[in-house]
């Protein structure tokens, strides 16, 4: 039996998330031809030089030129423009999707760019770090990680079939749900989370009591743990806020309103309210473990100093 899943692959867009897609249809030979295309000679060259496809160009267009699945994986705010000069060279039947993180955007800026005879599937794998660049990306990234599908109303079953055995050829496990639910999903798991650690961290840089070699210094005690989300690329993340904007919005809201009880129980020395939440949110923990989203070791696994190396 073979391996390969499409004769030809484009990857447009080769940071963290397309270089781990091309680590991966690599190491699993699921291509023939892997075509890399990025906006930047400087990428494109470290994307050649890591060996990550079999051609390499500066150009979309001509990237696309043949291909059976086109994987675009740039900010979500430039999906639109790249649709839209990658369109008029997408070969007939051949399967075109992101991995944006925002897909009701997406989906408004790319769908009027593509042709008819092309098959549209909007996805977004739930995987990543808060690394950049094509020297990000890593083999198994999307292993045991979640794939989202917001297809279109009338996609054509087979090309959702072939995109699905794709995904799980990576290790994902694929869902599928419209585009609002899904913003609307990531607005909370993801994308709040990302906000309040820019906020946290941006509030300890602002402080003027406290010096910043302070903040540092004590991090351990639970501010690094934001560090890590807030540390993640600025593009990105700005394209995520402006693109999921109303959404982010309603979950900002009803966590402003959740905060000011909090903020009410400790003015009132009510730890009866206080004890029930942080007991609901131990629990909450305890279920991303059991679900195999996260690893049963203290302090996400970071090693003791008595550990091994
Ligand atoms: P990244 O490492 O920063 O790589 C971005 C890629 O997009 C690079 O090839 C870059 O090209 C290109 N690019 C940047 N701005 C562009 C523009 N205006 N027009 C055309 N190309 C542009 O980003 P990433 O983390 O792989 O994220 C890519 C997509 O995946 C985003 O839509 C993000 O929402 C989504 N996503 C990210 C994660 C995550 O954890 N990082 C997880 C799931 C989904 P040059 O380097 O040549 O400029």
New binding site residues.
């Given amino acids: 039996m073979t391996d390969i899943l499409f004769e030809r692959i484009a990857l447009i867009?080769?940071?963290?998330?397309?270089s781990s897609i091309a680590r991966d249809v690599k190491e699993l030979g699921l291509a023939h031809e892997v075509v890399i295309s990025?906006?930047?000679a400087e990428?494109?060259k470290r994307a050649e030089e890591l060996e990550l496809g079999t051609a390499y160009t500066t150009s979309a267009a001509d990237a696309v030129k043949n291909a059976d699945l086109v994987i675009i994986?740039?900010?979500?705010g430039?999906s639109g423009?790249?649709a839209e000069h990658i369109a008029p060279s997408l070969k007939p039947g051949a399967i075109v999707t992101d991995?944006?993180?925002t897909k009701a955007s997406v989906i408004a800026q790319m769908a009027p760019h593509i042709p008819q005879n092309v098959h549209f599937i909007p996805g977004?794998?739930?995987?990543?770090?808060e690394k950049?660049?094509p020297d990000?990306g890593f083999t198994g990234l999307f292993r045991d990680r979640w794939c989202i599908f917001t297809p279109l109303p009338g996609t054509n079953a087979e090309a959702l079939a072939q995109l699905r055995s794709f995904w799980e050829r990576l290790g994902s496990r694929i869902d599928e749900m419209d585009a609002e639910h899904h913003d609307k999903v990531l607005a909370i798991v993801s994308h709040l989370p990302h906000i309040i650690a820019y906020n946290i961290v941006g509030t300890a840089d602002d402080l003027g009591t406290v010096t910043e070699s302070e903040v540092i210094k004590y991090s351990a005690s639970g501010f690094r743990d934001f560090t890590r989300l807030a540390a993640s690329?600025p593009?990105?993340w700005r394209d995520?806020c402006l693109h999921n904007k109303d959404a982010i919005l309603e979950m900002l809201a009803r966590f402003s309103e959740d905060l000011a009880y909090l903020q009410r129980a400790i003015r009132w020395g009510e730890g009866d309210k206080l004890f029930e939440l942080f007991s609901r949110t131990r629990d909450i923990r305890r279920s991303i473990v059991q679900a195999g989203q996260d690893v049963d070791a203290a302090n996400f696994g970071r090693p003791t100093p008595d550990a091994k190396p």
């Avoid at 867009?13 to 397309?18: C, R, V």
Wanted: aromatic share 0%; charged share 5%.
């Fill in positions: 867009g080769i940071g963290l998330i397309g990025t906006r930047s990428t494109l994986s740039v900010p979500v430039a423009s790249v991995v944006g993180s977004h794998p739930l995987a990543g770090t950049s660049g990000a690329d593009t990105m995520v």
